[in-house]
């Protein structure tokens, strides 16, 4: 099975780049810089569905615990804040020649950045207590709270008045993207989960064989 994601995934790869640079045409305002969508939408969406992931696995890990969905929610928490963290740096590449800054405090770029820290804070967390056990329940509480600010990132554009435009799928408004935009977005946000669940599965397996190894 992981082998299969990571041929899908090289094969998405290759196909989001090749739609990305030789298909999608270039936006009529911003010209090419505006091509870094392909990676910014893709890798925030993708960073949802890893804490969606990390809010029920930490919900069932404190229900029944069993070790799996700790690993599970563990597993998650990892690429999801990579996946954050590059929507961070291809935001701020897209924001300095359209915005003429790399940051500003905009609603979308800071509570994207609470997100990120909530995150990297649950990491340490894990990493920092000793008795395993204990340090599960603390991160699965963390896990929980922290996918509180998913809705509030995607909708702070629509909340409050901000600089970042309005959400280019999963809005509440319609919007106008060309047919081969929003196919060439489709195909990497395929891409991404993809590369998602082969990262998670490789965990979730590193993961079982450290608890062997601590047993």
Known sequence: MTRIL??????????????????????AVQGNVQRIMYLHVPSILTAYVAFALVLGASLAYLTTGR????????????P????????L???SIW????????????ARLTSTAILFLTYVGYLLLRA?????????????????LGAVNIPIVHFSVVWWRTLHQPPTI???????????MRVTLAVNLAAFTLIFFYLLAKR????????????
């Open 6 to 27: 990571g041929w899908g995934t090289a094969l998405g790869l290759l196909a989001g780049l090749a739609l990305g640079f030789g298909y999608a045409p270039k936006d």
């Open 67 to 78: 070790s799996r969905w700790d690993r599970l929610a563990r597993a998650s928490a990892e």
């Open 80 to 87: 999801g804040v990579i996946f954050t963290g590059i929507t």
């Open 89 to 91: 740096v291809s935001g």
């Open 95 to 106: 924001g300095k020649p359209t915005w003429g800054t790399w940051w500003t405090w905009d």
């Open 128 to 144: 920092m207590v000793e008795e395993p056990e204990r340090g599960a329940k603390y991160a699965a509480v963390v896990g929980i």
């Open 170 to 180: 999963l809005s509440p408004e319609p919007v106008s993207l060309p047919g081969s």
């Open 204 to 215: 979730v397996s590193l993961a079982r064989l450290e608890e062997e190894a601590r047993a």
